[in-house]
């Protein structure tokens, strides 16, 4: 699903895919998830992990500043550039994500950033530590 020009969400499968990242373009990917991600060769130089579960006590706000550096220097990098974000379903690590970075770089309230997420991809539903840590994140970055 695309999210924003150039920054996508999915599942693993679709991560894995080549001929589908091919097809939309990706050339950075971001892994939200533990575990041997079988990505093709066309983008594991662009690629980067980080090992969240998905459980409501697992820590997502320590690493949001890193997700979103990551983001947000992978589209810079080129305006051909082209980010997927990707968990196991890509419906909570991956969503969380890229709300954090809709909340770091684009000023989004963190309910704002899940209703936008959500009108491009029905299926975002971040679980309920995951929302809290992102109005956690929210309120480090105003203060």
Same mark, same amino acid.
Request: charged share 15%; hydrophobic share 45%.
């Given at each position: ?15 894995? %895919? ?8 990706? +050339?950075? $990917? ?12 066309? $983008? ?9 579960? %998905?459980?409501?006590? /697992? ?8 997700? +979103?550096?990551?983001? #947000?220097? /992978? ?18 690590? #991956?969503?969380? $994500? $890229? ?7 684009h000023g989004f309230q963190p309910s704002q950033a899940l209703e936008f997420v959500r009108a491009r991809r029905a299926a975002a539903a971040p679980n309920r530590g ?12 105003? #203060?």
């Amino acid at each position: 699903s695309e999210i924003l020009p150039r920054l996508y969400i999915s599942d693993l499968q679709t991560a894995e %895919d080549a001929a589908l990242l091919s097809s939309l373009g990706i +050339t950075h $990917v971001l892994s939200a998830m533990p575990g041997h991600v079988a990505l093709p060769p066309t $983008v594991t130089a662009h690629a980067a992990q980080v090992p969240l579960h %998905d459980a409501p006590f /697992a820590e997502l706000a320590a690493h949001l500043p890193r997700t +979103t550096r990551y983001i #947000s220097r /992978a589209l810079h990098s080129s305006p051909n550039a082209r980010v997927l974000v990707h968990c196991a379903m890509g419906t909570s690590r #991956s969503v969380a $994500v $890229v709300c954090g970075y809709l909340i770091a770089i684009h000023g989004f309230q963190p309910s704002q950033a899940l209703e936008f997420v959500r009108a491009r991809r029905a299926a975002a539903a971040p679980n309920r530590g995951f929302i809290d840590q992102l109005h956690e994140y929210h309120r480090s970055l105003a #203060s």
